[in-house]
Structure formats: C-alpha cells, structure tokens
T-cell receptor, first 112, second 118 residues
Framework: RKEVEQDPGPFNVPEGATVAFNCTYS??????FFWYRQDCRKEPKLLMS???SGNEDGRFTAQLNRASQYISLLIRDSKLSDSATYLC?????????????FGAGTRLAVHP | EAGVTQSPTHLIKTRGQQATLRCSPI?????VYWYQQALGLGLQFLLW???????NRGNFPPRFSGRQFPNYSSELNVNALELEDSALYLC?????????????????FGDGTRLSIL
C-alpha cells in the first residue's frame, strides 16, 4: 500500500463548479500535512497547510481527519486557472527527523 | 527575495556518464531536499541535507549521491547514468530542523533540472 494515496483523476469540471479531492495516508505518526499545486512541467508550489481544525483560504478549504487518516481539499467556484495537478503531502517525523511524502497527485481540468 | 535556484535547466547525457546538478536555497534556509519526478510519476524523495549533514535518504541506489556546502548550496551527483534516470530533478529548501522542531515548515521548490539520458 502506498504511503500517500490520491485519486489520479483527471477531474474535468466546468468553470464555477465545486470540486473536492481526497487523500489518505497510511502512517498514523504523520504530523503535518500540506496541499501543493503543480502546473504542467513546473515545480510544485505550496497551496496551503492543513490544520486539524480545518482551514480556509479564499475559495480553497482543507480538512484533516486524523482518525480516518484522510485529508481533503475543496475548491469552490473553479476558475480556468485552477487547472493543475494537486499534490497531497504528508510530513512524517521519524527518528527525530522530517520526511515529506508526496502523493502522485490529482489532475484537475477546468473548462469554459 | 530570490527563490530556490537550480542549474542547469536542462542536461542531456548518455548512458554510463555522470551528471551533476546544483541548487541554491532561499537565503536563510539551511535545509535542502532533492526529489526525482519521472514522467507520469509522483515526486520521489532522494536526499535531505540539513546544516551541512545528510539527514535522510530515499530508496535510491548509491550511485545517487550529493553534498551540501558551507554556504548551504547543494549538489546532486548521479553516476553511471541509466535510461530510467531521465526525469525532472527538483530541489527544495526550508528553514533548518532546529528552527522548526515541530516540523510544520513547508518546502519551497526550485524550477528543476530536466535530465535526459539518450
């Protein structure tokens, strides 16, 4: 079983739609969580951290469920510019050190 | 503020050759991470340097090696190149481990070096 699993998509949605991505992680010792965005053939960029209480940044809402080892990202009012791959990232603290584990990403395509 | 810079942007090699990739972290960042992103695959963790020391290593053969210099820039060396080493190699930086003991510090990525093996 992969340490971080995501639905690869693609999710094809019209502008203005609401879309949700899910991510599960296997190691209960995982300590912190992030969503990154990666445009085609570009480097990943931090979208938002994910906090236990859930957090929102404009049209983006992230949720964490530690009991189910599950993270989600909700995008409201999708824009064409939201088209990208969204990477779920888990920070596992092991032996006193950090290790970031990336999911393979979920592709989102927003169409007019 | 300058971001993470990587060089070269593109590198073309043949099987059996050696490749050296370079990374300069954001000013003030002393942790440097290397990742491999092969076509169609997710990011695979390669190496992590923190304040000059190798802290962690991913599941890659020993021909993948690196080092971090006193100015915290870093090199990734790949020896005896194989066709499957063709990938985008990304470098990321963050604050030092001792500055972020709760490990909530996200990483900032460079644009990557695209390595092609012919």
């Amino acid at each position: 079983r992969k340490e971080v699993e995501q639905d690869p998509g693609p999710f094809n949605v019209p502008e203005g739609a609401t879309v949700a991505f899910n991510c599960t992680y296997s190691n209960s010792a995982s300590q912190s969580f992030f969503w990154y965005r990666q445009d085609c053939r570009k480097e990943p960029k931090l979208l938002m951290s994910v906090y236990s209480s859930g957090n929102e940044d404009g049209r983006f809402t992230a949720q964490l469920n530690r009991a189910s080892q599950y993270i989600s990202l909700l995008i409201r009012d999708s824009k064409l510019s939201d088209s990208a791959t969204y990477l779920c990232v888990v920070n596992l603290r092991s032996g006193g050190y950090n290790k970031l584990i990336f999911g393979a990403g979920t592709r989102l395509a927003v169409h007019p | 503020e300058a971001g993470v810079t990587q060089s070269p942007t593109h590198l073309i090699k043949t099987r059996g050759q050696q490749a050296t990739l370079r990374c300069s972290p954001i000013s003030g960042h002393t942790s440097v991470y290397w990742y491999q992103q092969a076509l169609g695959l997710g990011l695979q963790f390669l190496l992590w340097y923190d304040e000059g020391e190798e802290r962690n290593r991913g599941n890659f053969p020993p021909r993948f090696s690196g080092r971090q210099f006193p100015n915290y820039s870093s090199e990734l060396n790949v020896n005896a190149l194989e066709l499957e080493d063709s990938a985008l190699y990304l470098c990321a930086s963050s604050l030092a481990l001792r500055q972020t003991p709760n490990s909530n510090q996200p990483q900032h990525f460079g644009d990557g070096t695209r390595l092609s093996i012919l």
